[in-house]
Each structure stands twice: as structure tokens, then as C-alpha cells.
């Protein structure tokens, strides 16, 4: 293993997220090589690491002043061997091929766990929505597409959101795929509920994530009620976590967006919640205005040249990182255990560094990595596929019924998983591990392709 990882670094050295990514999974897996050599021999870390293609496309578009602009668009197939790829577009000036590898490597696994047969990859763009007007986004979101189009399709690769893509930007990519396609398949998920989407597509990885969350406190003979809770983040995962802690009787107490965090110590209530939901879905605001109209709320501002987060240094019991990748490193993962957090669940994608997730196994925190915790998102995208197959739409309670049960099995398979190679309770293991087996089996039996 520690051959195949100095081949990654010394082929693309610039890639850290995605050694950090493989890194992380290989350390669970090793136990599996150890018992199955014939991984081994048909190059199986080799080849789930290296994406299935990866295509890299220019995208021109023109600002509301007619001045031209040009980003950088991508899209990472990672692994079709259980399904069709699927997974998010990100759009923010962060995204690179470092990132969008990492993520669509923790998409295979995370797709996997679901129990659908979709197989993983993801995509994006440098381009940032922030601060941008609607007809700018709908044209960049149409110079996107003009070139995505020739690469994705239903039976092929269905992209969905993630950071900088909500309904807004997958409606204008959805009628630009129709215009070009001349069809109307369910080649993106996420849809508005009018025109192919599914109940509870919106709220899917916030609510699952909770599920889990619960799924793990009732190991303990525990839930969330009373529970204080800090979650990072305001857009989608965040708002949608807040909800379903609200709906088991917790308390949260904390939100941000990258320019600073607020702390409410009289709790995050609906009615802050629709007013959060309203600012950052409608008026495309910035968190700090929630002090003015909650005057008791604290506001701090970003500050990259600290050492630690202080939204993570409150006194709670749970932690829900929702908004990026490394948000909690090994410092911040001190404070939350110094302050009684005795739950971590990730909504973000590789929230927590590999510092801070060590920090939480020895202190035997009931610690969930988001490739299990979050699949809601990605699982309810399978089951609007499958209704649109139908032409059909289930009413919101079938569609929550079945992502609570995917939500539990998969908290299940984790525990099982982690319990057969020696580690008990280790969710972060038994994700990895349960994924990665069926995955690689599905490799196996397709022969070398
Ligand atoms: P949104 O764009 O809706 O929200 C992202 C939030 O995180 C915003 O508040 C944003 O603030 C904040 N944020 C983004 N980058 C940074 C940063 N570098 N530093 C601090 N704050 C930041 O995205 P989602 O809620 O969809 O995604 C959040 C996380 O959940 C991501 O890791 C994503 O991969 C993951 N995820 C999302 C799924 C989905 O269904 N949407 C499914 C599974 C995982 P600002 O507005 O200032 O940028």
C-alpha cells in the first residue's frame, strides 16, 4: 500500500486532498488485503484509484457588463463498477482536480453503502455563484453544460449539487441538457418537484445524517433530545440538520458560511431557521445578518490565521461539521471533547483532519465519517431516478420512510463490518471497509476493465 501511495503523490504531487483521501481509506482497508490476496494480484488499489476518465473543459460565459470571462469545468467518473457515476457538482473558487478527486473517491464509497447500484464520481467548477446575479449564473450554467452534455446521461454519469449548486443552478443545467439533447430524461437529480423531482431531495442529507446520528446514540441507550448541538455551515446540509435536531427535541446552537460563524446560546428555534432559510435561499445573504434580527447572537468573523475554529469551542454534546473539507483539525477536535462533545456526525465531506479523527477513536467519541453519514443526499437521488423511470412520485412520507431505512442499514452495515475485522463501534472503519468490499468484488467479477 505504501508503494501505491508514493506512486499517487509522485504522479500528481499537488493532489493533498486526494492523498489525504486515499490515505485515510487505505488504513482501514488493510485488514481486507490482508485476508484476500487475490486483490492483490488483479491491482485492485491501483485501479480504484485512478479515476475512469476525468474530463477537464473550458468554460467561457459573460458577466452582466458584457465583459467575457472563462473557468475551468470538470467531471471525475471514478468507478462505474456498481452503477452508472453519480455524484454532486461544486461550484466555488476552491474547486480543483485535487478536490473534486477526493470527493468523487469518497462518492464511490459513499454510494456504495446506500444499498443502490450507483457507482461514484463528481464534478465542478472554480466559478463562484457568490455575489453573482441570476443571469449570470444561468449563463455560466449554460457554457457548462454545452460541454458536459457529450459525457453524462441517465444509463451514463448523473451528476446532482453540492457547495454552490442548489435548485437554482440545476434547473438552468437541466434546460440546458434538454435544449441539446432535445429529451427530457432524468439525467440530473435535485430537480424542482414540477419537473421530476423528488419529495424530500432537498432535505435528504441533512435529515439522514440525523437519522444516523440518532442510529448511533440509541447504541448507547441515548437520543438527541436535550441535546445541545453545533453545526457548521448555512446551505443546504446545514439547514436541513438543524431541522430534523429541532424535530427530535435537540438544540443548535451555531451556524456559519465562510466569512464567520454565530453563536445563539438561546437556540437556533423554526421560526430562526425559516428566517436562516429565507437569507441564504432567497436573498442570498451572509450569515452575520442574523445578529440583526436576533440581537442576542454573537458573530465572529473568519480568521485563516488562527490555529483553531472557536464555533467549535462551545459547550455541547454533538458536533455536526456541514459546510467544507478540514473544518475540524486536531485542535479543534481537543476543544470539543474538552467542552462534553461526545457525538461527531459529518454532513461535509472529510470535515474532520486524519489528527482530529484519531483524537475521537481514542477518546472512544461516537464518531461518523461522512461517506456513511451523509448518503442520504446521494440515496434519495437514487430513488428519484427510480420514480422518474416510473413516471411517477411518491408522497413525501414514503420517500423519508425509505431513506430512514437506507439510513439505518447503513449504519448496520458500518457496525457489522467494523464488528468482523476486529473493531468493534469503529464506524469510520466499518464505512470504509463495507464500501470498499463492494466495490471491489463488483471490479473482480467484471475482470480487468
Ligand atoms: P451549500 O453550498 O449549500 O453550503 C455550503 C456551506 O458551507 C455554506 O454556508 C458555505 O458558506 C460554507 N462553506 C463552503 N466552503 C467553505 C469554506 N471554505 N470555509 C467555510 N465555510 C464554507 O453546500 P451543501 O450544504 O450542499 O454542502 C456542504 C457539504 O456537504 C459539502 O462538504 C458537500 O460536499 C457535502 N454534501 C452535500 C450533499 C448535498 O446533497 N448537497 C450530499 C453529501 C455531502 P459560503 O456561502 O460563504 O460559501
Known sequence: ????????????????????????????????????????????LERITEPERVIMFRVPWMDDQGKAHVNRGFRVEMNSAIGPFMGGLRFHASVNLSILKFLAFEQVFNNALTTLSMGGGKG??????????????????????AELFRH????????SGDIGVGAREIGYLFGMYKKLRNEFTSVLTGKGL???GSLVRPEATGFGVVYFANEMLATRNDSLAGKTCLVSGSGTVAQHT?????????????LSDSSGYIFDEEGIDRDKLDYVKRLKNLRRGRIMEYTDKYSAAIYTEAD????????WDHAA??????????????????NLIRNGVTLVCEGANMPCTPGAIDLFQDKKILYAPGKAANAGGVAVSGLEMAQNSMRLNWPREEVDKRLKIIMRSIHQTCLDAAAEY?????????ANIAGFVKVVNAMLDQGLV
Open 1 to 44: 500500500m505504501s508503494d501505491i501511495l508514493k506512486t499517487i503523490e509522485a504522479r500528481d504531487p499537488a493532489e493533498k486532498e486526494y492523498q489525504q483521501a486515499v490515505t485515510e481509506v487505505f488504513k482501514s482497508v488493510k485488514p481486507v488485503l490482508d485476508q484476500n490476496p487475490e486483490y492483490r494480484y488483479s491491482a485492485i
Open 124 to 145: 465542478g467548477s472554480d466559478f463562484d455563484p457568490k455575489g453573482k446575479s441570476d443571469e449570470e449564473v444561468m449563463r455560466f450554467c449554460q457554457g457548462f453544460m
Open 152 to 159: 453524462i446521461g441517465p444509463n451514463t454519469d448523473v451528476p
Open 194 to 196: 414540477g419537473w421530476g
Open 242 to 254: 438543524v431541522e430534523k435536531i429541532i424535530d427530535m427535541g435537540g438544540t443548535v446552537v451555531t
Open 304 to 311: 485563516s490565521t488562527r490555529d483553531h475554529n472557536p464555533l
Open 317 to 334: 454534546d454533538c458536533a455536526f461539521p456541514s459546510a467544507t473539507q478540514n473544518e475540524i483539525n486536531d485542535k479543534d477536535a481537543g
Open 422 to 430: 476486529g473493531r468493534p463501534g469503529n464506524y469510520f472503519m466499518g
